[in-house]
T-cell receptor, first 111, second 119 residues
Framework: GQQVMQIPQYQHVQEGEDFTTYCNSS?????IQWYKQRPGGHPVFLIQ?????EVKKQKRLTFQFGEAKKNSSLHITATQTTDVGTYFC???????????FGKGTRLSVIA | NAGVTQTPKFRVLKTGQSMTLLCAQD?????MYWYRQDPGMGLRLIHY???????AKGEVPDGYNVSRLKKQNFLLGLESAAPSQTSVYFC??????????????????FGSGTQLSVL
């Protein structure tokens, strides 16, 4: 089955530090999505990347899709306490197979 | 707009009991999904539906059944609950559109979740 690895599993940062989570696949992906889940909440869609080498920004968040379309990253600049939560990637190889979620990276921000 | 609504929000069952979780969406989405979330395991797909009257198995379908009799509703059933089914259950919906090659715009909208404990 489709395998996607998300690293790191946990990350603790001081407020103001940067944070990056990675999503890696052994196969070429047709697209990748990123979601954020606050503690006690439900996942919320952040963005979808489709093109090779694509980079998209949302305020302090930068999303990148690798040139080979096998990996992606989410980078947060100058973290804030509002960034606390678990970040998930969701990927599809191609065709009609259901997308699968990575196991997530839990971010803690120490004020 | 309510979006995706799940009922109940909490439930405690005894081993062997049965129950049904209801998911309703008011966005006219074609696709609906049931996920379970366990610590350290992320979100795992149980069953999904790509349209009214259709269902398909996901990654962890055993012990669950689903039905999609109406487009706006997706029911998840546990016929004989087991402690291993203690989890948080999320329903989601989407309305992807397709290019000639791959589906795009597969943004998922989630319900607020159901905390199920099986004793």
């Amino acid at each position: 089955g489709q395998q996607v690895m998300q690293i790191p599993q946990y990350q603790h940062v001081q407020e103001g530090e940067d944070f990056t989570t990675y999503c890696n696949s052994s196969t070429t992906l047709s697209n990748i999505q990123w979601y954020k889940q606050r503690p006690g909440g439900h996942p919320v869609f952040l963005i979808q990347l489709v093109k090779s080498g694509e980079v998209k920004k949302q305020k302090r968040l930068t999303f990148q899709f690798g040139e080979a379309k096998k990996n992606s990253s989410l980078h947060i600049t100058a973290t804030q306490t509002t960034d606390v939560g678990t970040y998930f990637c969701r990927v599809r190889n191609s065709g009609n197979t259901p997308l699968v979620f990575g196991k997530g990276t839990r971010l803690s921000v120490i004020a | 707009n309510a979006g995706v609504t799940q009922t109940p929000k909490f439930r405690v069952l005894k081993t062997g009991q049965s129950m049904t979780l209801l998911c309703a969406q008011d966005m006219n989405h074609e696709y609906m999904y049931w996920y379970r979330q366990d610590p350290g395991m992320g979100l795992r797909l149980i069953h999904y539906s790509v349209g009214e009257g259709t269902t398909a198995k996901g990654e962890v379908p055993d012990g669950y059944n689903v039905s999609r009799l109406k487009k706006q509703n997706f029911l998840l059933g546990l016929e004989s609950a087991a402690p291993s089914q203690t989890s948080v259950y999320f329903c989601a919906s989407s309305s992807p559109f397709w290019t000639s090659k791959d589906p795009i715009n597969e943004k998922l909208f989630f319900g607020s979740g159901t905390q199920l404990s099986v004793l």
